[in-house]
């Protein structure tokens, strides 16, 4: 199941449409979907983070809560923080294609396909590297969307 799901999740980021059919239609690998995102999601913050430590943030009073407080606000509150409106997206998706579209949409699979659709998330990891730490959290967000929809 775990070689399945990896090879579907690879097929899948190189857009090949039988994979994302295929991870529509399978129920089982809907755990597995679920920890892609949030693997994903928590990199995305830890990267938050690691940028706070290597852009060696100082706590400033009124200001600048330092280092400390990042890998709260940042990494735990701001993982917590992006699932919920990753969960409100797909909500949000689902009501309009249900309700506006008037498609017969599975709740399940399309849960399934915005989760593996998160992964490209992960590359929030990369927000600490100097000089193109924005861009590359941009990016990230940006194929996150590209690849759900």
Do not use: H, N
Not at 21 to 26: P, V, Y
Not at 91 to 109: F, P, S, W
Request: proline share 4%; hydrophobic share 60%; glycine share 10%.
């Amino acid at each position: 199941m775990r070689d399945q799901f990896i090879a579907l999740a690879r097929d899948a980021l190189l857009l090949r449409e039988s994979a994302w059919r295929e991870l529509r239609d399978s129920p089982a690998l809907t755990p597995a979907a679920l920890l892609v995102a949030t693997v994903a999601i928590l990199l995305g913050g830890f990267g938050a983070y690691l940028w706070a430590v290597i852009a060696d943030v100082q706590t400033i009073p009124d200001v600048s809560p330092g280092k400390g407080a990042f890998l709260v606000d940042a990494f735990l509150l701001g993982s917590i923080m992006v699932a919920l409106l990753w969960l409100g997206g797909v909500v949000a998706a689902y009501v309009i294609l249900t309700q506006v579209y008037r498609e017969a949409v599975a709740g399940d699979a399309l849960l399934r396909i915005a989760a593996v659709g998160a992964a490209p998330f992960a590359l929030g990891l990369l927000v600490c590297i100097p000089g193109i730490g924005y861009g590359i959290g941009l990016m990230s967000i940006a194929l996150m969307f590209f690849v759900t929809v």
